[in-house]
C-alpha cells in the first residue's frame, strides 16, 4: 500500500472505512421527500425517498426509532406514535418500530406501535391498536378498529370492527405500485407550492 496515498505510515495497517451513511431524518432537507412545516414529528423518524408528509399529521417516536421505506403517503390528521415501554421491573424497554414501502395511510387514520410491511392502505378514521402487526398488501376500511395485538397476514381487508377480515386474492401489487408512485410524484411537485417545507 502506497503510504503516500493512504496517509498511513505502515504498509500492514488497513485503510479505515468510509462513515455510514446517515439515514434521511424530518430534520433533513431532500429534494425526494416532503415533510410539511406544520408536521408534528417527535423523536427520531427516518424516511425513505418520495414519502410525502403532509402538513397537521402527528408522528411520535416515544420508546423507540421509527423507520418509513419509499412512497409512503401521511395525509393530514393521521397520528403515527411508537409508544414507550417498561418491563416487569419498571425499566424503559426500546423497541424500534418499521413501516414499509408504498403505504398510505388517509386523513385521520391511526396506528399505535404497529409494524407494517409494504402496499398497504389505512383508510379514513381506521385505528390499528397497540402491538399489531400488518403484513403485505392489507387494506384496513374506512373507520374500522383492528383490536390490540392482532396479526393481519397478506392480502387482508379489515371491513369491520371485532375483527372482520377478508382475504383479497385478486390485488394487483403491480398497479398498487404505480398508482402510489404517481401520486407521490405529484404531491411532491404541489404541496411545496402551497406548504413550506421542514428545514433542517
Excluded: W
Amino acid at each position: 500500500m502506497d503510504s503516500a496515498r493512504s496517509g498511513i505510515n505502515s504498509s500492514r495497517a488497513n485503510p479505515a472505512p468510509p462513515p455510514p451513511t446517515p439515514p434521511t431524518t424530518a430534520q433533513q432537507t431532500n429534494p425526494l421527500l416532503f415533510v410539511a412545516q406544520q408536521a408534528d414529528i417527535q423523536g427520531k423518524i427516518s424516511f425513505g425517498e418520495y414519502c410525502v408528509i403532509h402538513p397537521k399529521c402527528q408522528i411520535i417516536a416515544e420508546g423507540g426509532d421509527i423507520t418509513f421505506g419509499d412512497h409512503c403517503i401521511i395525509e393530514e390528521k393521521v397520528r403515527i406514535i411508537n409508544r414507550a415501554r417498561k418491563d416487569e421491573q419498571g425499566r424503559p424497554v426500546k423497541k424500534d418500530m418499521f413501516i414499509g414501502s408504498y403505504n398510505f395511510f388517509e386523513v385521520h387514520s391511526q396506528l399505535d406501535s404497529t409494524d407494517v410491511g409494504d402496499m398497504n392502505e389505512f383508510q379514513f378514521k381506521c385505528l390499528v391498536q397497540d402491538g399489531c402487526k400488518i403484513e403485505n398488501f392489507c387494506q384496513i376500511n374506512s373507520c374500522v378498529t383492528v383490536p390490540r395485538g392482532t396479526v393481519l397476514p397478506s392480502y387482508s381487508v379489515a371491513y369491520e370492527d371485532g375483527g372482520k377480515v377478508r382475504q383479497n386474492l385478486d390485488f394487483n401489487e403491480e398497479a398498487k405500485r404505480c398508482t402510489v408512485k404517481e401520486l407521490c410524484t405529484f404531491l411532491l411537485e404541489q404541496l411545496p407550492k402551497h406548504n413550506k417545507q421542514r428545514e433542517q
